[in-house]
């Protein structure tokens, strides 16, 4: 027997939730009718269900945030005893049920492809919780070293918070890109009434695209070279000299959007950017 619980992607509870709700966005997105993933979420994580009452536990521990050690491990206590207090037997029934709904409904392998920021500390969670069943000690110290250390994580104010975000964010843009895809579409509502199909296209292969980098960088050389071409179409057309110089410098630009070896979200910013544009000029 190993020294180490091993953890299990396709039982950890948190996970299992956190990839649920991102597959929402991408159901809104491929305009899935059926709402699949949001039915399943309100089916198997509601209040009455072991799942649900699992999931509060796994959110307990990664959301609170003590300054004392004491106080940390004085929590983790008491979710584990909450955790005992589950009915075991129909928790895995109903986790059995979960991931036959999400095999019937999804590529099993696409669906589980996403990477989770949160990872480390939600298979930390699974292995204090498994280790109380397979009588672990190793792993759970472990484990449970992990998850104080995160509960006791440094507060910090908003804006050195938002700065630290954002930092992470440009070093680890695979993990979060479903959270620039929440900023672009809310950022760009604000500004215009709603996402033309360009556009919303271009966010179903930022999201779906996850992984595969190569893939997204081909998709967004393709659609560059044609934005460039549409602009430099409506050239002729322009009488105003000022209008056309910022125009010329626009096309110019378009080139940067194809640099580099991966897609970087400025890029996506400034391609959302330049579909707009051509929707400007063609209303024009």
Known sequence: MSSKTKHS????????????????????????KKGSAANILKEFFNKKTQLGKE????????????????????????VVKARQKLNGSQLKREKYNLIKEIKKTYDINDFFMARIPNYKVNASIFKVFDSNTDGNPASEVDSRFTIVEHVTRKQISNKKEEKKLVEGYKKQEKDL???????LVEKFNKKYSSLSQTQK?????YINNISNTNSLKEFVETETIK??????SFLPKVSDKVTKIKLKEAINQAETLM?????????????MRYYQLVKELENV
Do not use: C, M, P, W
């Open 227 to 232: 934005v460039k071409s549409k602009l430099q």
């Open 177 to 183: 890109r479903l959270l620039a895809y929440g900023i």
């Open 55 to 78: 999931y509060e536990l796994y959110r307990v521990l990664t959301v609170e945030n003590y300054t004392s050690e004491i106080k940390a491990n004085h929590l983790v206590d008491a």
């Open 201 to 205: 296209k271009l966010l179903k292969e």
């Open 259 to 271: 640099k580099g070896r991966i897609v970087e979200d400025k890029q996506v910013v400034t391609l």
């Open 9 to 32: 992607k396709i039982r950890n509870t948190g996970i299992l939730f956190e990839l649920l709700t991102r597959q929402i966005t991408v159901d809104v997105l491929n305009n899935d």
